[in-house]
């Protein structure tokens, strides 16, 4: 432990802000492969105002397509972009843990190198969220509620609130003076426990 701690001073040390930005680029150039690019489309989409212009004409009027609400995934249900969703959460979370793991963000510019690559990543898990959302909420005006819709619902309120938590936890930083206030002398050597001993 102590060998892989010594591994990430010294690789927050020779790399900064590029090390940070470098760790980031295999996940996006992944999604930005697989699926022509699908999972950042949503969120492009929203920036555009094309969701948007879909939402205002009409489109919790028109008959609800049933097809969304089976289980296949080669038709844009429900279930297929939860499934996507769940799948690109799982792997986002992962590679943001282990980024804000190995970075250090006390300064401002390591900070945003890790920032705003995440927001982005945030912005776009949400982005694809509301699709299967939408859905949802134009089945249940369409068709009313079941109790398997509204566990549907109930599913998409607690990945939000997973998504937030995760954001305050991997956006909050603890400043210089917090940090040095953790100082502690062990075994004659000054310590702290988010750097590695020297």
């Known amino acids: 432990m ?20 470098g760790l980031w680029v295999p996940f996006f150039a ?9 999972f950042f489309r949503p969120l492009l989409s929203m920036f555009s105002g094309e969701y948007f212009r879909v939402i205002a004409d009409g489109y919790f009027t028109r008959p609800f397509n049933t097809v969304q609400a089976c289980n ?32 250090d963000i006390r300064s401002g510019k390591n900070y945003f190198s890790f920032a705003i690559p995440y927001i982005f990543i945030l912005l776009s898990a949400l982005s694809i969220l509301v699709i299967p959302a939408t859905m949802l909420a134009h ?32 956006l909050w930083r603890r400043r210089k003076k917090e940090i040095a206030d953790t100082v502690e002398m062990k075994s004659g050597r000054f310590y702290t426990p988010e750097l590695p001993l020297e």
């Open 2 to 21: 102590k060998k892989l701690r010594q591994i990430i001073g010294w690789w927050q040390q020779k790399t900064g802000m590029w090390g940070i930005l």
């Open 30 to 38: 992944f999604f930005g492969y697989i699926g022509n690019g699908f």
């Open 72 to 103: 296949a995934m080669d038709q844009p249900s429900i279930f297929k972009f939860l499934v996507l969703f769940v799948f690109f959460s799982v792997i986002a979370l992962t590679v943001s843990v282990v980024v804000r793991l190995v970075s």
């Open 139 to 170: 089945y249940i005006c369409a068709m009313g509620s079941t109790p398997r819709r509204i566990m549907g619902c109930v599913f998409i309120a607690v990945c939000v609130i997973v998504w937030i938590a995760a954001s305050v936890a991997m």
